[in-house]
Nanobody
């Protein structure tokens, strides 16, 4: 069964950090671009970051540039999203998704999705 599983979410204080993981099972991520997306309550899902299959190309949404870093370890079949200097406005469910093509931050370009992990930034 092809599956993406996100982990690493939780409750963190403003200014804190979290590292999210996206692990694949049942297939290899080696040939997939992986995107991270988030959906806050009452809002549409939006792109956060994306990394190419080789890891040589990354994209970031403007609100997270300089604070989030995406990386991948193909040997572990896992992609990470390091989130620093967290603010309350990043509170959302974070999803990872895979596509066998180039990177994108558009939700409709991805067909394989995980179930999401909740990130809550609050004091």
């Amino acid at each position: 069964q092809l599956q993406l599983v996100e982990s690493g979410g939780g409750l963190v204080q403003p200014g804190g950090s979290l590292r999210l993981s996206c692990a694949a099972s049942g297939f290899t991520l080696d040939y997939s671009a992986i995107g991270w997306f988030r959906q806050a309550p009452g809002k549409e899902r939006e792109g956060v970051s994306c990394i190419s299959s080789s890891g040589g190309s990354t994209n970031y949404a403007d609100p997270v540039k300089g604070r989030f870093t995406i990386s991948r370890d193909n040997a572990k079949n896992t992609v990470y999203l390091q989130m620093n200097s967290l603010k309350s406005e990043v509170t959302a469910v974070y999803f990872c998704a895979a596509r066998d093509s180039y990177c994108s931050l558009f939700v409709d370009r991805f067909g394989s999705w995980g179930q999401g992990t909740q990130v809550t930034v609050s004091s």
